[in-house]
């Protein structure tokens, strides 16, 4: 069997997602839990299949940027479809303008994304929903803005303008006219300020009609059909700016702390990726008062501790990049072939050791090395010098303060405060490692051997 670089290549992209219930995709997974310090998905699936199944639920889930968030949550959805429960998966990215997000934009995109997928489900008009967004189209075209515009006419849907957004035999869409008002606000600061302030005052009444007129009678309807429920998964609101509102609040601390109570509110099961800047937060103690348990966090796959290897973990890695070239083979098989894609094995090993157990990394420097090799088997010299350009690259904004954060977080596995965070987790120079027993935090491996670090 001859690899196919150009195919390998593209296997790697480390920007892509997998999505489990793709047949080609789930031949990439490595399930890494038993080295991430515990099983999240299983505890996230149960909580919902087995503890609360009639009950809503509300859990945060975090982690670092690029992870393995996506991937799993899209397992996760797999899973519950497979326990006959109706899940909305959805990029709130998608719909929301991730520097100035608030309540109400996260309510209605959640509305949005559940009424598109229930597309073959006929319910009740919801007067009290219809009338809030026909409230919200007059604000958007009232004269305050400057500004008038419409909505475009599309055969079959109702039309959504200043007048009225249903003509009289037309029936109400929620999902077309929550997508008007959505798409026609996300690029504009004035107008999205317009209908927050339309929308803050009734946020309560906002909710409300979400549950009444949309969760509860499509859940019903839906257990009609078989399905045991409703779940919502609302990924990448984790990369909500952390940018201050106007009035001085962090937006991630406003939307997760000070309108927390609204989104544990929705009378369905939903799942919100959180910024994992939270955990560090003084604001902390008052985000876990806002929700029913602690944020499930998902870690680096654990590759070192103690300054030893983890066999396990550096095994399961092996597999992941081994599974890109060679996704029809057993664990066995490719462990065979490692010889046609590295120089040896130890090369895979550091490739291994040196991403930290961080999967997007750890794939971006792998694409970079095919693609600067652009022949098999790639070789340890490139990879040196990948990881020598990558160093550089890290260490160029590092301040004399940082590198003394990251001297104490080598030396005592421990990040505190906000400030840590800021300065060292989110920029990826420092990385959070669980085992069943405990949690801790080291450096970025790729940083080991720069002199600023030495003793």
Not at 57 to 63: D, I, Q, R, Y
Not at 79 to 98: A, G, I, R, T
Not at 232 to 253: M, Y
Not at 267 to 288: E, I, Q, R, W
């Amino acid at each position: 069997m001859t690899v196919d670089l150009r195919k390998f290549f593209q296997a790697t992209n480390p920007s892509k997602t997998l999505v489990i219930a793709n047949t080609e995709d789930r031949k990439y997974y490595i399930d890494f839990s038993s080295v991430r310090g515990g099983k999240i998905i299983e505890e996230l699936k149960d909580n919902i299949t087995f503890f609360s199944p009639d009950d809503p639920t509300c859990v945060l889930f975090t982690g670092h940027i690029g992870c393995g968030k996506s991937t799993e949550l899209l397992r996760l959805k797999t899973e519950l479809e497979q326990e006959e429960f109706h899940v909305v998966y959805f990029e709130s990215s998608e719909d929301l303008e991730m520097a100035d997000v608030d309540i109400g934009d996260v309510l209605l995109a959640i509305a949005c994304r559940i009424s598109q997928s229930l597309d073959k489900i006929i319910l009740e008009e919801p007067s009290r929903l219809k009338n809030l967004l026909q409230g919200a189209w007059k604000v958007l075209n009232s004269e305050v803005t400057g500004i008038k515009f419409k909505a475009p006419e599309i055969p079959g849907i109702p039309k959504i303008g200043d007048v009225s957004i249903t003509s009289e035999n037309e029936k109400f869409s929620i999902a077309f006219g929550i997508g008007e008002i959505t798409t026609t606000v996300k690029n504009d600061a004035m107008l999205r300020e317009k209908l927050n302030q339309y929308l803050g005052p009734q946020k309560t009444q906002l909710l409300e009609a979400i549950n009444q007129e949309l969760l509860e009678p499509a859940i019903a309807k839906l257990k009609q059909l078989g399905k045991k429920g409703l779940v919502v998964i609302v990924d990448n609101l984790d990369r909500i700016d952390s940018r201050q509102k106007a009035w001085g609040r962090p937006q991630q601390e406003y939307l997760f702390v000070d309108q927390g109570e609204y989104l544990t509110k929705l009378n369905c099961h939903v799942v919100y990726t959180m910024p994992l800047a939270l955990k560090f937060s003084n604001d902390y103690g008052n985000l876990t008062q806002r929700f029913s348990e602690e944020p499930k966090v998902l870690p680096m796959v654990l590759v070192q501790q103690d300054g030893k290897d983890c066999k396990a973990g550096i095994s399961l890695l092996q597999q992941m990049v081994l599974a890109r070239a060679f996704p029809d083979l057993d664990e066995k098989q490719r462990l065979e072939k490692i010889s046609e894609i590295f120089d040896s094995p130890q090369t895979l090993e550091r490739l291994c050791l040196v991403s930290g157990g961080h999967v997007r990394d750890l794939l971006r420097l792998l694409n970079a090395w095919i693609k600067k090799e652009r022949q098999l088997p790639l070789s340890r010299q490139t990879l040196e010098d990948i990881i020598r350009v990558r160093c550089s690259e890290m260490i160029i904004p590092i301040s004399d303060d940082e590198w003394e954060l990251l001297r104490q977080v080598r030396q005592r596995k421990k990040v505190s405060g906000d400030q840590g965070y800021q300065k060292l987790i989110r920029s990826r120079l420092v990385f959070e490692y669980r085992n069943s027993n405990e949690f801790w935090f080291d450096i970025n491996p790729i940083l080991a051997e720069a002199k600023e670090l030495q003793p």
